[in-house]
């Protein structure tokens, strides 16, 4: 009996219930790691091999993913990204944390995650004319920045070290410095503070070490 052949870019259905079937999910990251592998430039240069090297030489994780090159070779998997971002980029997260560990296989001791970051959109929209048939939806927009905040990273489970070397947790919360209203004093000196997140056993995204 020969299987039936499935046209993954036929979608059925809604876009965001189709890529998340495991068929079509498994199809999306093989295509992906292929234009990570392959893509060059007019010169014949492998590009993101080229951005991978550069990123990992400067102990960063995130590779530029210019969205003209994808829709060029891949025109299917560019318009899912536009249409459903929330879930094609952690896809291409996964995929280009693999690829990275092919070139580097150590890099995981550096940094656990790689974003996919996507730059370059072909079409840039105002902000006045942003509406609801944008929302979820991948954008450009052009902007001046008049206030800032602190950059935080995002907890699943955090643990905090006291200067006594004492360990308190875990305490399930995203957010170290809201976190911290649960901590009270340290039952081994006493201390007040201030405690520091524990990156031995705190569970993160995007970590970098704070103290509170």
Known sequence: MVADVIDFEDVKGQVSQWIQRQEVTRWIRKTFMQFLRSFKDETGASVYEERIREMCANNKQSLEITFTHLSSKYPTIAIWLAEE???????????????????????????????????????????RDLRM???????????????????????SKIFYRCSCGDIKGPIYHSNAHEGKQFLGQCVVCQSNGPFTVDEVNTVYRNYQKMTI
């Open 85 to 127: 971002p929330s879930l094609m980029l952690p896809v291409l997260n996964e995929v280009a944390l693999e690829v990275t560990l092919e070139l580097f296989p150590d890099y995981y001791m550096i940094h656990s995650i790689i974003f996919a970051r996507i730059k370059d959109l072909p079409v840039e929209d105002q902000l």
């Open 133 to 155: 048939v944008h929302m979820n939806s991948l954008i450009k927009i052009r902007g001046v920045v008049t206030k800032r905040t602190g950059v935080f990273p995002e907890y």
